[in-house]
């Protein structure tokens, strides 16, 4: 089993950063993917950002690609989702997922969550 708590989420205005955190915990987590997935009020959860947690590889959502950046620190066993240029339609609770596979993350349907941490982002 894998542990996953995020931190960081706040209420920022337009054009803001944020850095959100996800402490990994658990079993051997070497060959998973971990990412991160949001979901707005009243909508279906979005693929965000995925990292291979071996090899590093990333994998961003077209909509955020020119503005997010996950990256994870091995020594620490943290997954960071660097959020800059924040607009409106960010808002949404962000949730730290993870999985073997790293299909099943993309569909939104990983094995591994987190409780999320809200981000606002006013106009």
């Known amino acids: 089993h894998v542990q996953l708590v995020e931190t960081g989420g706040g209420s920022v205005q337009t054009g803001d950063s944020l850095r959100l955190s996800c402490a990994v915990s658990g079993d051997t987590f070497e060959t998973y993917t971990m990412g991160w997935l949001r979901q707005a009020p009243g909508k279906e959860g979005s693929f965000v950002a995925s990292?291979?947690?071996?090899?590093?590889?990333?994998s961003l959502a077209d909509s955020v690609r020119d503005r997010f950046t996950i990256s994870r620190d091995k020594a620490k066993n943290l997954v960071y989702l660097q959020m800059n240029n924040l607009k409106p339609e960010d808002t949404a609770d962000y949730i730290c997922i993870s999985d073997e596979s790293n299909m099943r993350l993309r569909l939104g349907v990983p094995d591994y969550w987190g409780r999320g941490t809200q981000v606002t982002v006013s106009s």
């Open positions: 990292i291979w947690w071996s090899a590093g590889n990333t």
